[in-house]
Nanobody, 125 residues
Framework: QVQLVESGGGLVQAGGSLRLSCAAS????????MAWFRQAPGKEREFVAD????????HYADSMKGRFTISRDNAKSTVYLNINSLKPEDTAVYYC??????????????????WGQGTQVTVSS
């Protein structure tokens, strides 16, 4: 069974920073692309960023460029999302996702892949 466990969320003031982590249980972490999404209250889930299996390629939603950084540590089976200059509008549940297929990096939907339970980020003004 694939488990993805997000952590690092919390309540922060606007202007602060956070690093979210997502630890994966599936063997062969280094073979799978990963992504971060978020869902704000009353809004649809939106793509934040993704990263290929080696970490050499990353892609961000246009609105996330500049303040968000995705990275991974394959030795720790963990993907990270650093968020700087947090804004109240960044308040959301942040989810990580892992491709079901190995060595597969595209910008297709992650709907049929594996998801974590999410970590809440709340930014106060």
């Amino acid at each position: 069974q694939v488990q993805l466990v997000e952590s690092g969320g919390g309540l922060v003031q606007a202007g602060g920073s956070l690093r979210l982590s997502c630890a994966a249980s599936r063997r062969g972490f280094s073979m799978y692309s990963m992504a971060w999404f978020r869902q704000a209250p009353g809004k649809e889930r939106e793509f934040v960023a993704d990263i290929n299996w080696t970490g050499s390629v990353t892609h961000y939603a246009d609105s996330m460029k500049g303040r968000f950084t995705i990275s991974r540590d394959n030795a720790k089976s963990t993907v990270y999302l650093n968020i700087n200059s947090l804004k109240p509008e960044d308040t959301a549940v942040y989810y990580c996702a892992q491709r079901a297929r190995t060595f597969y990096y595209t910008h297709d939907s992650y709907d049929n892949d594996y998801w974590g339970q999410g970590t809440q980020v709340t930014v106060s003004s």
